[in-house]
């Protein structure tokens, strides 16, 4: 079996927002390994603070395992993970790399992933990114590496494209493959 089908098939799910969830966690477990590389080739060595976003990657690729489980729980966690990768982020690189706008993505997901009947999860994984936005903007101190006014120029446009299609592609599958 190759790698694709069996992502393919760790990501299916009959709950078609769960199968959203277990997709996009799959993408970005699949994109992470690149996003260092990403950054080197625009500041260069200092793009070893980006290696703290894999601290995030076994959680990622938990969700459809957890959805297996309970498909609630699963789409939770991408959101609560999604949120908390962002936030150290932000802390490893810095607000001014605009890796916040990821907060974007992660409020999409938080309105996307939930029926009407699961108010409470949408209300928080709608919050939890907004919460992390404005309470901690002020609070995680200086990042581990401070870039050029260049290279941030550089960080804020890799993150605006990067948040960008993922925004697109969650809405796009979002509208093509949930009914319910």
Not at 26 to 43: A, D, E, K, T
Not at 59 to 76: D, H, Q, T
């Amino acid at each position: 079996m190759n790698i694709l089908r069996w992502f393919q098939r760790y990501a299916a799910h009959p709950d078609p927002r769960a199968a959203l969830a277990n997709l996009v966690a799959l993408l970005i477990v699949s994109n992470q390994p690149f996003y260092p590389l990403y950054v080197y080739w625009l500041v260069g060595a200092p793009a070893w603070v980006t290696f703290v976003s894999f601290l995030s990657t076994p959680f990622f690729f938990a969700v459809p395992a957890v959805a297996r489980r309970n498909s609630l729980a699963g789409r939770v966690l991408l959101c609560v993970t999604g949120t908390l990768n962002t936030v150290l982020c932000v802390w490893a690189i810095g607000e001014a790399s605009g890796v916040a706008m990821f907060y974007f993505a992660c409020i999409l997901i938080g309105v996307l992933l939930f029926r009407a009947p699961e108010r409470i999860a949408m209300l928080v994984c709608t919050a939890l990114p907004m919460a992390a936005y404005l309470l901690l903007r002020q609070r995680l101190g200086a990042p581990l590496h401070v870039f050029t006014p260049a290279e941030y120029a550089s960080l804020v446009t890799l993150h605006a494209v990067s948040v960008g299609s993922l925004i697109a592609f969650v809405g796009y599958k979002f509208s093509v493959e949930t009914k319910s």
